[in-house]
């Protein structure tokens, strides 16, 4: 079997391109960085080290590369062809992919090609692969829709992984954390006889989800916001700081309260704890060295009204129940200043030039809820003096 993979990044590489081929299919890796095409089309290798003790090796082979930029109609015929594609390529580019594959899908139909296909967006973001399908429906002509309809799949997924930013000789090489998770919603699947091992299949797959994204997604921004705002560099240096890892606790016990409020038919609370000792031991991991601008980057999309701060406040407030911490992070959000971050430098501009409720409001989308805007203001201006202090 073959599978076109969106996105040879280090995610791409060191968790979906590896799950793949440990199933057996050979990939073809589809991204518009130059350097890693070309050493995935001379080489048609490369090797995975895991972040943990022995560092254990992991051979991926069958892989080659296609740039989307240079060979657009390579990546139509591949699509044409392929058994399963996947992403794993940014929230923020799956719009910018759509029109291609919405291309390489008419291709496969027009082509004869009616075997079940399904496309599954592996980002971290709820409902990622509906939000590609509409992207890619918006360029599908009017006829092709019901034809897409019947042979397309777009299934949710939820993935976990850590991959930290690392920086190493060889560009195709890459270290991951051993920990992986990733789960599909099989009631949207087209393909059924598809089934990938090491995969897990679920009925309705919200609760893992937000499971995955109010807990690791969560505390990790938690862990870099805290720890930028007391001087911290690195996620390794900042959660040995007791009042991080304090704070970090805080927080999942906020967003274990509400996961178990909501999806206790699918989750007790003794495994919630469990799965929030994990993620504590995960960001402790001292095989992973991560930076704090990785992980921190892009603030304004964690600051969205539907992302892992501003989601489970929302709703723990609908439901009387504290989310005091959550709220602490969210005011050292707006002081994370990181001179490489185009979106980081934006809002400070905005901070700067604007009223502060305003762009609160443009930042969470909140328009309707002036009681959080002020409490999200007075949480700003509360983490500005511990900056001071």
């Given at each position: 079997?073959?599978?076109?993979?969106?996105?040879?990044?280090?995610?791409?590489?060191?968790?979906i391109g590896e799950t793949l081929a440990d199933n057996g299919f050979s990939i073809d890796f589809v991204d518009v960085n130059s350097t890693i095409i070309d050493a995935l089309n001379k080489r048609g290798e490369y090797d995975i080290e895991l972040a943990a003790p022995g560092k254990k090796k992991i051979h991926v082979s069958?892989?080659?590369?296609?740039?989307?930029?240079?060979?657009?109609?390579?990546v139509v015929d591949a699509i044409k062809a392929t058994d399963m594609i996947t992403t794993a390529i940014g929230p923020k580019i799956l719009p910018i992919?759509?029109?291609?594959?919405?291309?390489?899908?008419?291709?496969?139909?027009?082509s004869g090609n009616t075997t079940p296909l399904d496309v599954i967006a592996c980002e971290n973001m709820i409902g990622?692969?509906?939000?590609?399908?509409?992207?890619?429906?918006?360029?599908?002509?009017?006829?092709?829709?019901?034809?897409?309809?019947?042979?397309?799949?777009?299934?949710?997924?939820?993935?976990?992984?850590?991959?930290?930013?690392?920086?190493?000789?060889?560009p195709l090489f890459v270290s991951v954390e051993d920990f992986k998770e990733w789960i599909i919603d099989k009631s949207q699947?087209?393909?059924?006889?598809?089934?990938?091992k090491g995969v897990g299949y679920a009925k309705d797959l919200e609760p893992y989800i937000e499971r995955k994204l109010f807990s690791v997604n969560t505390g990790h921004a938690t862990v870099a916001y805290t720890g930028k705002n007391l001087g911290y560099t690195t996620i390794g240096d900042a959660i040995k700081?007791?009042?991080?890892?304090?704070?970090?606790?805080?927080?999942?016990?906020?967003?274990?309260?509400?996961?178990?409020?909501?999806?206790?038919?699918?989750?007790?609370?003794?495994?919630l704890e469990d799965y929030h000792s994990k993620v504590l031991k995960r960001f402790q991991n001292p095989y992973i060295s991560d930076d704090i601008a990785r992980v921190g980057r892009t603030p304004i999309r964690k600051l969205g009204y539907?992302?892992?701060?501003?989601?489970?406040?929302?709703?723990?407030?609908?439901?009387?129940?504290?989310?005091?911490?959550?709220?602490?992070?969210v005011g050292r959000i707006y002081h994370f200043d990181e001179p490489k971050d185009a979106e980081s430098q934006k809002l400070q501009k905005m901070l700067k030039t604007e009223d502060l409720k305003q762009v609160i409001v443009e930042t969470t989308g909140l328009k309707d809820d002036p009681?959080?805007?002020?409490?999200?203001?007075?949480?700003?201006?509360?983490?500005?003096?511990?900056?001071k202090n």
């Amino acid at each position: 079997m073959r599978a076109v993979h969106f996105g040879a990044g280090n995610i791409g590489r060191g968790f979906i391109g590896e799950t793949l081929a440990d199933n057996g299919f050979s990939i073809d890796f589809v991204d518009v960085n130059s350097t890693i095409i070309d050493a995935l089309n001379k080489r048609g290798e490369y090797d995975i080290e895991l972040a943990a003790p022995g560092k254990k090796k992991i051979h991926v082979s069958n892989v080659d590369g296609i740039n989307n930029a240079k060979d657009p109609d390579k990546v139509v015929d591949a699509i044409k062809a392929t058994d399963m594609i996947t992403t794993a390529i940014g929230p923020k580019i799956l719009p910018i992919i759509a029109p291609l594959i919405a291309k390489g899908l008419t291709a496969r139909i027009n082509s004869g090609n009616t075997t079940p296909l399904d496309v599954i967006a592996c980002e971290n973001m709820i409902g990622g692969s509906q939000h590609l399908k509409d992207y890619v429906y918006s360029h599908l002509d009017a006829d092709m829709k019901p034809k897409v309809d019947k042979y397309i799949g777009f299934p949710n997924a939820a993935v976990d992984r850590i991959v930290p930013i690392q920086h190493n000789d060889d560009p195709l090489f890459v270290s991951v954390e051993d920990f992986k998770e990733w789960i599909i919603d099989k009631s949207q699947m087209k393909n059924k006889d598809i089934k990938l091992k090491g995969v897990g299949y679920a009925k309705d797959l919200e609760p893992y989800i937000e499971r995955k994204l109010f807990s690791v997604n969560t505390g990790h921004a938690t862990v870099a916001y805290t720890g930028k705002n007391l001087g911290y560099t690195t996620i390794g240096d900042a959660i040995k700081d007791p009042f991080v890892l304090k704070q970090v606790k805080r927080v999942l016990s906020e967003t274990r309260s509400l996961l178990y409020n909501k999806w206790n038919k699918e989750f007790t609370e003794k495994s919630l704890e469990d799965y929030h000792s994990k993620v504590l031991k995960r960001f402790q991991n001292p095989y992973i060295s991560d930076d704090i601008a990785r992980v921190g980057r892009t603030p304004i999309r964690k600051l969205g009204y539907d992302e892992r701060f501003i989601r489970p406040i929302r709703e723990l407030k609908e439901r009387n129940l504290d989310y005091s911490a959550l709220m602490e992070t969210v005011g050292r959000i707006y002081h994370f200043d990181e001179p490489k971050d185009a979106e980081s430098q934006k809002l400070q501009k905005m901070l700067k030039t604007e009223d502060l409720k305003q762009v609160i409001v443009e930042t969470t989308g909140l328009k309707d809820d002036p009681d959080l805007v002020d409490q999200i203001a007075k949480s700003y201006h509360d983490a500005d003096n511990d900056k001071k202090n």
